[in-house]
Nanobody
Framework: VQLQASGGGLVQDGGSLRLSCAAS????????MGWFRQAPGKEREFVAA????????RYGDSVKGRFTISRDNVKNTVYLQMNSLKPEDTAIYYC???????????????WGQGTLVTVSS
């Protein structure tokens, strides 16, 4: 599956953004999907994941209660709604697809190109 992330940009502290990740291919609905992020000089960090059906989700501790992952299997798209953004959320955000249910980046075989989110203080 090929992935294309979009929706990043510059937002003020406390603001909101919604990221989208469009997938090509007919098998999108069979993949578990995840969002990861990487800030300059830091390792890639798990943000959120959602099961193929959309019925199960998981969040990283730093975004719980602020971010929401969702998907539309008709539109072949996964979303990340980000509220109450903080400067420490500044990073490149990547969407990824996995056959297994996992929160580890090593288990995600397909990756989008990333979209930059910058939160100003």
């Amino acid at each position: 599956v090929q992935l294309q992330a979009s929706g990043g940009g510059l937002v003020q502290d406390g603001g909101s953004l919604r990221l989208s990740c469009a997938a090509s291919g007919r098998t999108f609905s069979s993949y578990n999907m995840g969002w990861f992020r990487q800030a300059p000089g830091k390792e890639r960090e798990f943000v959120a994941a959602i099961t193929w059906s959309g019925k199960g989700t998981r969040y990283g501790d730093s975004v719980k209660g602020r971010f929401t992952i969702s998907r539309d299997n008709v539109k072949n798209t996964v979303y990340l709604q980000m509220n109450s953004l903080k400067p420490e959320d500044t990073a490149i955000y990547y969407c990824a697809a996995a056959s297994l249910w996992s929160v580890s980046a090593k288990n995600f075989g397909s990756w989008g190109q990333g979209t930059l989110v910058t939160v100003s203080s």
